[in-house]
Nanobody
Framework: VQLQASGGGLVQAGGSLRLSCAAS????????MGWFRQAPGKEREFVAA????????YSSATVKGRFTISRDNAKNTGYLQMNSLKPEDTAVYYC?????????????????WGQGTLVTVSS
């Protein structure tokens, strides 16, 4: 499975972006897809994930309510809609896929990773 993340860019605080993660090589309808991010000088952290059965989970109250994860199995693509962006959301965002992970937020369970897309939120 190859993952291609896109949609990052520079946006002002309060703005929105939609990240996409296009999968190729295999249909990922049976896979969980997750989004992680790594801010400068920090470790990569979990943002959101959506399981094969439609169950979604978010990292915490800091993104829940602002970010929405979705997927279009027909297009073999996942999305992360990010609204009300804040400067602290600035990071490289990675998409990842895993076949039936036990814990959606555990990045060690994700085998396939995209290359990352940079999101910069200016104040």
């Amino acid at each position: 499975v190859q993952l291609q993340a896109s949609g990052g860019g520079l946006v002002q605080a309060g703005g929105s972006l939609r990240l996409s993660c296009a999968a190729s090589g295999r249909t990922i309808s049976s896979y969980a897809m997750g989004w992680f991010r790594q801010a400068p000088g920090k470790e990569r952290e979990f943002v959101a994930a959506r399981n094969w059965n439609g169950i979604s989970t978010y990292s915490s109250a800091t993104v829940k309510g602002r970010f929405t994860i979705s997927r279009d199995n027909a297009k073999n693509t996942g999305y992360l809609q990010m609204n009300s962006l804040k400067p602290e959301d600035t990071a490289v965002y990675y998409c990842a896929a895993s076949f039936r992970p036990i814990t959606l937020s555990n990045q060690n369970e994700y085998i396939y990773w995209g290359q990352g897309t940079l999101v910069t939120v200016s104040s």
